[in-house]
């Protein structure tokens, strides 16, 4: 059964940092796409961050929505099926819940560059409130 379960998620003042996980289980992560996705109220579902790593010890790719660029930073450690989300200077605009999901499809990489809120997977999410 496929899970995927967020951590980190929390209140904190603008220029603050936080670190979310997703803790995961059921699929082949190391073939996934995985990535990050946050709602805002009244907002559609956007994609932050995404992370594809060609299997057999190739290459890791890594794509980020333009809002978090040099700010937030995705990674994940592929002996603990886990997936990080490292947040920095964050801003009211980044305030919301936050999605992890994962893509087992034929293309992965596809899904990964496009960051659309498509994924096969998804977790329950965690929030993320950002006060000026």
């Known amino acids: 059964q496929v899970s995927l379960v967020e951590s980190g998620g929390g209140s904190v003042q603008a220029g603050g940092s936080l670190r979310l996980s997703c803790a995961t289980s059921?699929?082949?992560?190391?073939?996934?796409?995985m990535g990050w996705f946050r709602q805002a109220p009244g907002k559609e579902r956007e994609g932050v961050a995404t992370?594809?790593?060609?299997?057999?010890?190739?290459?890791?790719?890594?794509y980020f929505a333009d809002s978090v660029k040099g700010r937030f930073t995705i990674s994940q450690d592929n002996h603990l099926n886990t997936l990080y989300l490292q947040m920095k200077s964050l801003t009211p605009e980044d305030t919301g819940m936050y999605y992890c999901?994962?893509?087992?499809?034929?293309?992965?990489?596809?899904?990964?560059?496009?960051?659309?809120?498509?994924?096969?997977?998804w977790g329950q999410g965690t929030h993320v409130t950002v006060s000026s």
């Open positions: 059921g699929f082949s992560y190391r073939r996934s796409c």
């Open positions: 992370i594809y790593t060609v299997p057999g010890g190739g290459a890791t790719y890594t």
């Open positions: 999901a994962a893509e087992t499809g034929l293309d992965p990489m596809t899904k990964c560059a496009r960051r659309s809120p498509d994924f096969g997977y």
